[in-house]
């Protein structure tokens, strides 16, 4: 099989074992770049050959220094499945003249408050907000900005400490909740204190799926959410192709392509939405893949294997010619029986994804396997209770 060079991964999940498989199927010398190498063992039985290296620390110099010290040459791509390593992912491309999920390594990826700033430049609808540095300063802003509000750290993903606040009470907990954990032994990451203070908007949310070569954007479409009660909004499933009107989706997949395209993102990437009374409102662009129940869901209805297409454009080919939709896809959390509260839901849980001819088809197999998902939005307390067993 002939060579592609070296890609290295950077990540610690699902989506970055998944990449290992594809790549070395594909030709690529593979060299994973983790804290942890144990977490890898047996990806696949391809995957004999692939390199660990581990970085002294997630700096451009301790990257780059263990990649020399672990004798990977001729690095043609660079990849990172966690937003937090991806400024670093392009940093090293850069640097070394190979591609990677874009050329901006501002931060945007990871820090909200940037992208934000980026996004409002190209005259995109944002939630309004702004960033605490204190307790009393997110107080003082949920006043300004009017409640209900969400509380949501500029530097997380996953849901993780995004909180409904309907009072400076709720605001003091959540704040106190997120102060609490800002490091992240198990992923080896370390988060800023800041909180953004963000009015809560009421609707749907909505995810619209992209790829990108840097010259072409192919748009997937909508996929819909099933979210935890309030106050937290743990992604319960998701469905595609997400029913709402032709003429919502359309704005939002015109909205997506645009804040790809402004924020310089190559390869797949997820851009959600609230559609709210008066009309869509972007709540974040995610520059990677989504989760890999989503990152299967779509590929299985429409016949893009997103892992193949990403390596596809980090070896310089272009986005697959067309997209066809063959039925509908629905996905659910099968949450482990040790999950007692929504909180908990990022532990002890696995997707189990659904194809069938339409989205009530969809649901309906993932009913029959003990995980009914209905509606799109908050379900009520009584949907999330069928999940707290
Ligand atoms: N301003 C908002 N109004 C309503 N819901 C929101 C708002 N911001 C976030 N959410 C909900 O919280 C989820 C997580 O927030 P998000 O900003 O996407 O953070 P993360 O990076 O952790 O995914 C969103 O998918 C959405 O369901
Ligand atoms: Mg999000």
Not at 92 to 117: C, F, I, M, P, V
Not at 118 to 146: C, F, H, N, W, Y
Not at 351 to 368: D, I, S
Request: charged share 20%.
């Amino acid at each position: 099989m002939s060579h592609r060079g070296s890609l290295v991964l950077l990540g610690h999940n699902q989506l970055t074992r998944r990449m290992v498989c594809h790549a070395t199927a594909a030709g690529w010398h593979v060299a994973v770049a983790t804290h942890d190498p144990g977490t890898y063992r047996d990806p696949c039985d391809r995957c004999e050959d692939i390199r660990f290296v581990v970085p002294s620390e997630w700096t451009f110099p301790g990257l780059s220094g263990a990649l020399r010290r672990a004798c990977v040459t001729r690095i043609t791509a660079v990849y990172s499945t966690v937003d937090q390593r991806i400024p670093l992912a392009i940093e090293l491309a850069s640097a070394l003249g190979a591609r990677a999920q874009g050329r901006d390594n501002s931060g945007w990826q990871t820090d909200k408050l940037r992208q934000s700033e980026l996004l409002q430049a190209e005259g995109l609808p944002l939630p309004r907000s702004a960033p605490a540095a204190t307790r009393e300063m997110a107080v003082k802003l949920a006043d300004d900005i009017g409640y209900p509000v969400i509380l949501k750290p500029r530097d997380m993903n996953g849901s993780r400490h995004v909180c409904y606040c309907e009072s400076a009470a709720d605001v003091a907990v959540a704040w106190d909740d997120h102060a609490a954990d800002l490091v992240d032994r198990k992923h080896s990451l370390e988060f800023m204190p800041d909180l953004l203070v963000q009015e809560f908007l009421q609707g749907p949310v909505y995810s619209v799926e992209t790829l990108t070569d840097g010259a072409q954007t192919l748009i997937f479409g909508v996929t819909d959410r099933v979210l935890s009660p309030l106050p937290h909004f743990a992604e319960l499933g998701a469905a595609f192709p997400a029913d709402c009107a032709p003429q919502l989706a359309g704005q939002m997949c015109a909205m997506a392509g645009q804040a790809v395209t402004a924020l310089g993102v190559i390869g797949p990437a997820h851009t959600e939405f609230v559609a709210g009374e008066s009309g869509p409102v972007v709540i974040e662009v995610n520059g990677r893949m989504p989760g890999s129940p989503i990152t299967t869901m779509v590929g299985d209805v429409t016949g893009v294997n997103l892992y193949d297409a990403t390596l596809e454009i980090l070896a310089g080919g272009s986005v697959p010619a067309a997209v066809h939709h063959d039925g509908a896809g629905a996905c659910a959390l099968e949450v482990a029986p040790t999950v007692k509260r929504v909180r908990d839901v990022r532990d002890g849980v696995r997707y189990v994804t659904c194809h069938a001819a339409t989205v009530e088809q969809a649901r309906e197999k993932l009913a029959n396997l003990g995980l009914p998902l209905r509606g799109t939005g908050h379900p009520s307390e009584r949907t999330f209770g069928e999940y707290r067993r």
